[in-house]
């Protein structure tokens, strides 16, 4: 599945954004999709994570209350909602999708090419 990532930009600290990705095949209920992001100079870094059908959700504690996942499979796309934004939040996000729900990079098979999220103070 290929996954397409859009909706990052610059932003002032405590805006939002919204960051979509949608799949291009039909089968996207199948998996479980995540977010992720890197700043440059670290490692990637796990954001928020949806399961295929129950909706279940996670978050690092670093996002938790602030960004909110969720998903339509009618149109094959998951958003990621960031409120309250910091400077922190910098980074190059990308959504990925895999047949487990996890928060692990390594878990999830299928990776978009990123979207560039850029919180001035």
């Known amino acids: 599945v290929q996954l397409q990532a859009s909706g990052g930009g610059l932003v002032q600290a405590g805006g939002s954004l919204r960051l979509s990705c949608v799949a291009s095949?039909?089968?996207?209920?199948?998996?479980?999709v995540g977010w992720f992001r890197q700043a440059p100079g670290k490692e990637r870094e796990f954001v928020a994570s949806?399961?295929?059908?129950?909706?279940?959700?996670a978050y690092p504690d670093s996002v938790k209350g602030r960004f909110t996942i969720s998903r339509d499979n009618a149109k094959n796309t998951v958003y990621l909602q960031m409120n309250s934004l910091k400077p922190e939040d910098t980074a190059l996000y990308y959504c990925?999708?895999?047949?487990?729900?996890?928060?692990?990079?390594?878990?999830?098979?299928?990776w978009g090419q990123g979207t560039l999220v850029t919180v001035s103070s």
């Open positions: 990925a999708a895999g047949s487990i729900y996890s928060v692990r990079v390594t878990d999830f098979d299928f």
């Open positions: 095949a039909g089968t996207f209920s199948r998996y479980a």
């Open positions: 949806i399961a295929r059908s129950t909706g279940g959700t």
